[in-house]
């Protein structure tokens, strides 16, 4: 958790393409474990539960569920719904 920098008054962490691809395989590897999946994506208490695999992972690597992990699934989720629309939008202009 090297990279950091400074956003209205707040120390916000730079995720590193290790982190994200680690986030993004342990996110998957809890999802096909089936124990905390619920209709609409994760049960309570998932977030946890990625912090430990995460640190499994990537040992000593600071990352926690909150703010750390919360926020980066709040940013990926943002971030593919732009991507969703482009392509599967009523308005894609023939783009999907």
């Known amino acids: 958790m090297d990279l950091k920098f400074q956003t209205n008054g707040r120390i916000e962490k730079k995720w590193t393409p290790i982190e994200d691809e ?8 809890l999802y096909q474990k089936g124990t905390h999946n619920a209709d609409t994506g994760f049960k309570a208490g998932y977030l946890g539960e990625l ?31 732009i991507v969703y629309d482009m392509v599967y939008g009523s308005h894609t202009s023939d783009f999907g």
């Not at 680690?22 to 590897?29: E, K, P, Q, S």
């Open 22 to 29: 680690a986030l993004i395989i342990v996110m998957m590897d």
């Open 51 to 81: 912090e430990k695999m995460i640190d499994a992972k990537l040992p000593n690597c600071g990352i926690k569920a909150k703010p750390h992990i919360e926020s980066m699934i709040k940013t990926l989720k943002k971030e593919w719904s």
